[in-house]
């Protein structure tokens, strides 16, 4: 069975680098069969600036966020896919705000269960990757930090692609070595 793969780009450069980076990940992934379907979060609309923690969706039998938007499509999608990729640029430390507008709203895909003490969620196996640029060589160690609590919390396994000095917006368009190592990476991780 091919891996359904659900790409979460989170740089609002349409021509950036994650946009490459996601580019040469998704033909190394073609390759395998997978079926990859690629939403860029900063072009979603949304009627929430992130997660209200209204606490609305603990109380539902299904994983879902009560704010009806395109971004709850994305998070019904999230519980779909074998594999859940998030692309972001690195952002003071951080994953770009693009990406924290979905981020923060997986909240709705855990449900803590009172008799076993543990979290279940729809994303319980399945595999997490981070694609992420920065223009310096520090800090992406923090951003991979922060993605793989999320793996663990999510109980699922964690893959990590990082490019530190990839320079500003667009530069990596023409850097042979780190696309055959992008392309490697999405034949060998699906
Ligand atoms: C708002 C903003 C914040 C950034 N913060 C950092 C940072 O903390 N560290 C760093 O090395 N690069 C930082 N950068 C540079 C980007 O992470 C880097 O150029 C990235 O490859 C851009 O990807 P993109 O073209 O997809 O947007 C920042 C860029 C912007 C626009």
Redesign the pocket.
């Known amino acids: 069975m091919f891996k359904k793969i659900l790409i979460l780009?989170?740089?609002?450069?349409k021509?950036?680098?994650?946009?490459?980076?996601v580019k040469w990940f998704t033909q190394g992934a073609r390759t395998k069969g997978a079926r990859i379907e690629i939403i860029n979060t900063s072009f979603l609309k949304y009627k929430s600036t992130g997660c209200n923690g209204c606490g609305a969706c603990q109380k539902l039998d299904k994983y879902e966020c009560v704010i009806k938007d395109q971004a709850s499509q994305v998070l019904k999608k999230m519980a779909l896919a074998d594999v859940v990729v998030m692309?972001?640029?690195?952002?003071?430390?951080?994953p770009?705000a693009q990406s924290k507008l979905v981020m923060d709203r997986m909240f709705c895909l855990y449900k803590y269960d009172d008799k076993t003490k543990a979290t279940v969620s729809p994303l319980n196996g399945k595999t997490l990757i981070l694609i992420?640029?920065?223009?310096?060589?520090?800090?992406?160690d923090i951003l991979k930090k922060t993605f793989a609590f999320i793996a663990d919390y999510s109980d699922m396994k964690f893959k990590s692609l990082l490019?530190?000095?990839?320079?500003?917006?667009?530069?990596?368009k023409n850097n042979l070595s780190i696309r055959k190592k992008v392309v490697a990476f999405g034949k060998k991780t699906v």
Request: glycine share 12%.
């Open positions: 780009l989170g740089s609002p450069k021509n950036g680098n994650t946009a490459y980076l692309a972001t640029p690195l952002y003071f430390y951080s770009s992420a640029s920065a223009f310096e060589d520090i800090g992406l490019i530190p000095n990839a320079g500003d917006s667009g530069n990596i």
